[in-house]
């Protein structure tokens, strides 16, 4: 069962709604800069809508593009109001104990206590951007 409590469950959805919603400006904002306005349109319509399919297909063909690490971090981001949905989220996904509250509103979509990412990152180092 997860340690976090409704409340700690709404400040993380909207720490992480609040993220989301900056980085979509973001890719929108530099789509619109170099022409591209039909993806920013879509970026744009999905910003209220987290299960949009529109948006989906959309990162994907924008994925070759050079806005990379924002993608990255959105599909981070949606992947991680999925695990909401799960009493597993907010656990370690190496050693199971809970991450702090405070961690998950500073980064909700981490997957690893602050020991487990560390070494993770060691061991992965450049293969996976760090944390948030
Ligand atoms: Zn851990």
Do not use: W
């Not at 949009?52 to 109001?81: F, K, M």
């Not at 509250?101 to 293969?127: I, S, W």
């Amino acid at each position: 069962m997860s340690h976090l409590q409704p409340e700690d469950l709404n400040n993380i959805r909207n720490a992480l709604q609040t993220r989301r919603e900056a980085l979509l400006k973001q890719v929108a904002a530099a789509l619109e800069e170099s022409g591209q306005t039909q993806y920013a349109e879509v970026l744009g319509r999905a910003s209220g809508d987290s299960s949009d399919e529109a948006l989906a297909v959309t990162l994907g063909d924008l994925s070759a593009a050079r806005l990379d690490h924002e993608i990255r971090q959105l599909r981070e981001l949606d992947a991680a109001l999925r695990r909401m949905e799960s009493p597993d989220y907010g656990l370690c996904q190496d050693c199971g104990a809970p991450i702090p509250v405070a961690r998950l509103v500073a980064n909700p979509a981490a997957v690893r206590c602050v020991a487990c990412q560390a070494l993770h990152e060691k061991t992965y180092a450049g293969q996976e951007h760090g944390s948030i």
